[in-house]
């Protein structure tokens, strides 16, 4: 098993400044359903499907929306103030019990059609519908409830899943534990080296994995659309008094953002509110630090850095013929130093020492002789008056003495506008 440590590396150390999900600490943990799936805005999402499902405009029958309607027999009766909700809970998982399923559609009138065809169980104002549909089927007074509570709920976009991780590790805990039992079994047969990984590495690290999900209460992804863009969102609660939730409870400073206006027009876009990066770094230390260091990079080097910024981010990434364009945007403390002699003094004397770390881990050099770096300064420049610096990057994506085809190259340069990198 060969080392791929300065891609996984480069890629943390990017991505710890340009958290792409927001996490809040939950005021309490509840039980609830293990997985809420809501569709709101129905008509809308039918558009969407029809639309993103190139259908023909001469035969309109072939259309998605046109089989959903006719399953549903019409939407018109469909409450569109409220979101149609699967609700599914996983009752005994070690047995391999097969998990509820319950379905709820709101509605401003009754339909007969969709009652009698589903076994559907009424209700004053919407129907539950056992998944898959059976007769006599019935539903717990804590699903109905659940489920008429989520779809009185707004949600943010037309289409969203949400997760009770959590709630539903505890569940899978036994098939947990057996699955990585079986896991460091069989890579313990591989033949490993010295400065190789070994079966008791990984499978630390796949646990340290899981019990920083368990302190997520939920977590969630969307789908919308806005004009002409598809919009992906994702969020995440963290149980409350856990180190997630220490990290990421919001405070008066937090809710103050430097980036509120900037609207980037990228294919993806991310941002992040401001939180406590150095203490992130510190938490993901503690959680991963012991397999980070095996492969060779100190998560808690990068803690110096991290100590520089609020943590607020916003940017994004296009794909195009050539490969990949991203942008991003990171806010520097108030009391940091000028943003051009941060660049100077800090994050460019930091890179290349992470360029030349990383070099080492990958090829065999002579005793004595230093790799070459993988990051190599280019010419200083001026835009608008801001110095701006800039690095030819070769990040190895394979095993060491790996040819110039299996690298990802890219350039990176960087300026600062007052204490905006």
């Known amino acids: 098993m060969n080392r791929h440590s300065a891609l996984s590396a480069f890629l943390i150390a990017f991505f710890i400044l340009a958290a792409g999900i927001s996490v809040h600490a939950a005021e309490s943990a509840a039980t609830r359903p293990d997985i809420v799936i809501k569709i709101s805005r129905l008509n809308q999402a039918i558009r969407t499907i029809d639309s993103m499902a190139a259908t023909d405009i001469d035969q309109p029958n072939s259309a998605p929306s046109s089989i959903l309607r006719s399953a549903l027999f019409g939407t018109d009766w469909i409450d569109p103030a409220r979101s149609i909700v699967i609700g599914i809970d996983f009752k005994n998982m070690a047995a391999n019990e097969k998990p509820v399923m319950v379905a709820l559609v709101?509605?401003?009138?009754?339909?007969?059609?969709?009652?009698?065809?589903?076994?559907?169980?009424?209700?004053?104002?919407?129907?539950?519908?056992?998944?898959?549909?059976?007769?006599?089927?019935?539903?717990?007074?804590?699903?109905?409830?659940?489920?008429?509570?989520?779809?009185?709920?707004?949600?943010?976009?037309?289409?969203?899943?949400?997760?009770?991780?959590?709630?539903?590790?505890?569940?899978?805990?036994?098939?947990?534990?057996?699955?990585?039992?079986?896991?460091?079994?069989?890579?313990?047969?591989?033949?490993?080296?010295?400065?190789?990984?070994?079966?008791?590495?990984?499978?630390?690290?796949?646990?340290?994995?899981?019990?920083?999900?368990?302190?997520?209460?939920?977590?969630?992804?969307?789908?919308?659309?806005?004009?002409?863009?598809?919009?992906?969102?994702?969020?995440?609660?963290?149980?409350?008094?856990?180190?997630?939730?220490?990290?990421?409870?919001?405070?008066?400073?937090?809710?103050?953002?430097?980036?509120?206006?900037?609207?980037?027009?990228?294919n993806i876009n991310f941002k992040s509110v401001s939180y406590d990066v150095k203490g992130m770094m510190a938490f993901l230390d503690r959680m991963f630090g012991a397999f980070y260091k095996k492969i060779g990079f100190d998560l808690a080097g990068l803690e110096s850095l991290a100590s520089h910024f609020t943590g607020e981010t916003a940017g994004g990434m296009s794909f195009n013929d050539k490969g990949m364009d991203i942008e991003m945007i990171a806010v520097l403390k108030d009391n940091e130093k000028n943003g051009a002699d941060f660049l100077e003094s800090v994050y460019v004397p930091w890179m290349m020492d992470y360029g030349q770390k990383m070099a080492s881990l990958y090829y065999h050099q002579a005793p004595g002789e230093p790799a070459k770096n993988l990051f190599s300064k280019t010419p200083e420049s001026t835009l608008y008056g801001n110095k701006v610096f800039g690095m030819d990057c070769e990040v190895p994506v394979g095993i060491p003495d790996i040819s110039a085809t299996d690298k990802i190259k890219f350039q990176l340069r960087a300026t600062s506008v007052n204490n905006l990198l």
Not at 191 to 198: F, G, I, K, P, R
């Open 106 to 266: 709101p509605y401003t009138r009754q339909n007969e059609d969709f009652h009698l065809s589903y076994n559907a169980i009424g209700k004053i104002d919407h129907y539950l519908v056992s998944l898959p549909p059976t007769e006599g089927a019935t539903v717990s007074d804590q699903m109905a409830l659940d489920l008429a509570e989520a779809s009185r709920t707004p949600t943010d976009g037309m289409v969203s899943i949400e997760v009770a991780a959590s709630q539903l590790l505890n569940k899978a805990d036994s098939q947990i534990q057996k699955m990585l039992l079986e896991f460091e079994s069989q890579l313990g047969t591989q033949a490993t080296t010295a400065n190789d990984l070994n079966a008791s590495d990984i499978n630390q690290l796949l646990k340290s994995l899981i019990n920083t999900a368990k302190q997520l209460e939920t977590i969630s992804i969307g789908m919308d659309v806005a004009g002409p863009d598809l919009v992906i969102f994702s969020d995440a609660q963290a149980l409350n008094g856990t180190d997630l939730s220490k990290l990421f409870t919001r405070s008066a400073e937090s809710r103050f953002s430097r980036l509120g206006k900037y609207m980037p027009r990228y």
